[in-house]
Nanobody
Framework: VQLVESGGGLVQPGGSLRLSCAAS????????MSWVRQAPGKERELVAA????????NYADSVKGRFTISRDNAKNTVYLQMNSLKPEDTAVYYC???????????WGQGTQVTVSS
């Protein structure tokens, strides 16, 4: 099983980034997916989540209207489009897969997002 995040980096405030998480080794279309972030010295925070078929999403209040989660089950990939980035969005962003039915969950290794001028 692998979840491989990409797309992180350094961006100025107000800029945009698109994170990708490529999954392999499990039935991606059966798993809900989410993005979770952790800033230095802070607890992990659920940023956005999407159901297995992509029909429902939810977001942390801090990112509503700025971030969009989506998935492509044909490509086994989940995305996080991040617009209007703020310095407080700086964190390591992790991809997570969860299946209540299978009782399984997986994590990626994380990708660093730094918002700074």
């Amino acid at each position: 099983v692998q979840l491989v995040e990409s797309g992180g980096g350094l961006v100025q405030p107000g800029g945009s980034l698109r994170l990708s998480c490529a999954a392999s080794g499990f039935t991606f279309s059966s798993y809900a997916m989410s993005w979770v972030r952790q800033a230095p010295g802070k607890e992990r925070e659920l940023v956005a989540a999407i159901t297995s078929a992509g029909g429902s999403t939810n977001y942390a209040d801090s990112v509503k209207g700025r971030f969009t989660i989506s998935r492509d089950n044909a490509k086994n990939t989940v995305y996080l489009q991040m617009n209007s980035l703020k310095p407080e969005d700086t964190a390591v962003y992790y991809c997570n897969a969860e299946s209540i039915v299978a009782g399984q969950g997986y994590w990626g290794q994380g990708t660093q997002v730094t918002v700074s001028s």
